[in-house]
Structure formats: structure tokens, C-alpha cells
């Protein structure tokens, strides 16, 4: 399966990182508006509203995307698998469960680094069968989205 790595550093705190980045306002704020990104739903295991500031395990978001305005809008559902906080290090996973992707594994990794942290993004995923011999050069297209999503890290925090 394809992975995607990106990481950066920025001068902010460790906890100020992850706030940011484990909500679904982070979400928003880390998606380009080109996206036209619309939070559809955010509950959990049992399909009840979820606290929206603290993303678990269990759950789900669904979102929807209409890139440039164009054509129908595009709906997915990810679940937050894993969440994980020790000293040090906080990270959390999740996993495409309805969506354009056939297989989609995200982890969110932040380290601290004295006054600044770390930040490693992993994509592991699969194509649709539509990409065939294209699939090499699918990280191409992630490549400007972490960027971005980077920026607005350092933008916001810094």
C-alpha cells in the first residue's frame, strides 16, 4: 500500500498543537476553503452527538467536500481509531471508513521539542481501481494539502 509522509516544525507548544489539531475546528481551519469543506455530522460509537473539541476513539465525522464549487458535493466518514497522550508525544489515527479511498489510514503525530513540536503526518491508502498506472504518482496531490495544512499550523500558532 502507498504512503505519504510530511513533517514540520513549529514554535508552539506541544499542547497547543494538539488542541489545534484534535478537533474538528482544527479540521476546518486545516482544510483549503477551495474545498468548500462542510461538516456533516461528528457522533460517536452509537450514533449520539460527540464532543466536537475532543476527538476518541469511536468517533465518527462526516464530512462533505465540493472542490472549486464544482460538481456534486463528495461525502466521507472517518472514525478516530486510536488516540494516544503521554508525555512527550500525542497522536491519534483515522481511518476512511466511507469515501472516495478504498483504504485510508491517517496518523497525526506530534512530538515536543523543547518550546517547539514536531509534526508527522502518514497517509497509508489505497487508490480507486480508476487511477490503474497513476497510482505512483498519487502523493503528488497530497503534497500541496499537508503543505497548506502545515501552513496554517504556523500560521495560527506561531
Known amino acids: 500500500m502507498p ?8 514554535r508552539a507548544s506541544l499542547d497547543s498543537v494538539w488542541e489545534f489539531h484534535s478537533s474538528v475546528d482544527g479540521l476546518v481551519a486545516l ?30 465525522v462526516g464530512v462533505s467536500v465540493r472542490p472549486f464549487g464544482v460538481g456534486p458535493r463528495r461525502e466521507w466518514i472517518s472514525v478516530i481509531v486510536e488516540r494516544t497522550e503521554e508525555p512527550g508525544t ?52 497530497f503534497e500541496p494539502v499537508f503543505r497548506y495544512r502545515h501552513r496554517r499550523t504556523k500560521e495560527a500558532l506561531e
Do not use: K, Q
Open 31 to 60: 482544510t483549503p476553503e477551495v474545498a468548500n469543506l462542510r461538516i456533516e455530522r461528528v457522533v460517536d460509537g452509537d450514533g449520539r452527538p460527540a464532543d466536537r473539541d475532543h476527538l476518541v476513539p469511536g468517533t465518527r
Open 90 to 141: 500525542r497522536v491519534f489515527v483515522d481511518e476512511m471508513r466511507d469515501g472516495p479511498f478504498p483504504d485510508w489510514r491517517h496518523t497525526h503525530a506530534f512530538y515536543a521539542d523543547g518550546a517547539e513540536t514536531l509534526i508527522r503526518d502518514r497517509v497509508e491508502y489505497e487508490l480507486p481501481a480508476t487511477f490503474g498506472p497513476l497510482d505512483r504518482f498519487s502523493a503528488l496531490g
Open 3 to 10: 504512503v505519504f509522509t510530511r513533517h514540520t516544525r513549529v
